[in-house]
């Protein structure tokens, strides 16, 4: 039922296009900064402390935003920050900036946006299908920690093949991009959804009370009442 679902794959993929910008830096900056750049292993563990700070700020803006603007404007905003932090980091490390500044600032921006969008990014899996929020969590949790890990393979790949830093910024930039895409694609599938839901809701059988029954709130489940045997009519 879930892979029939285009939300669920937007959702989804959002998520683990998210989750591949971290671990494109976790698995990429190692690299850069000790061989390419010379930092040694403490500068670095230094300036990797920091990363999380941003993702704990957009968990903070999250619990406090959610409930009011909604998981779909809050997983855009986090694509949008994403999409700038890539973007920072291509210019100033393709401009010549190749220093621990270049590396490691636009990934504050990145766990920000990582606080906004996965959080969110999950709430909307499993709320797709309600009744399947086990499964729906437990196949979106899959593909994100599979996406992430083919996402360290491959800019290892291209880093000892090219022996630049650009790759990273560059896979960065791209899965930043088709998050904000596969986010605007969950908004559209989410309102086709429910679009599709108030058809059929209304193109459904409604039943009738006959004379001598009364007509009980709508929110009830039974429509009519009556001391008299009760006769639905379609």
Known sequence: ILARLPAFWAYSLNLALSVGIFFTFLGGTPYVAITLFGMTGTEYGLYFAFVPVGFFIGNWFTAGLASRLGILRMIIAGNLLGVLAGITSLVLLGTGWQNHFALFAPMYLVGLSNGLAMANGMAGAVSVRPNLAGAASGIAGSIQMGFGAISTIVV?????????????????????????????????????????????????????????????????SRACSSTIPRTWTT
Do not use: H, K, Q
């Open 156 to 220: 290892g790949y291209l880093l000892t093949l090219t022996e630049s830093p650009m790759p990273v910024p560059i896979m960065m930039t791209t899965m930043a991009v088709l998050a904000l895409v596969t986010g605007l694609w969950a908004r559209t599938a989410r309102s086709g959804g429910a679009t599709r839901m108030r058809r059929f809701r209304s193109s459904s059988p409604r039943r009738s009370c006959r004379p001598g029954t009364t007509l009980r709130p709508p929110r009830s």
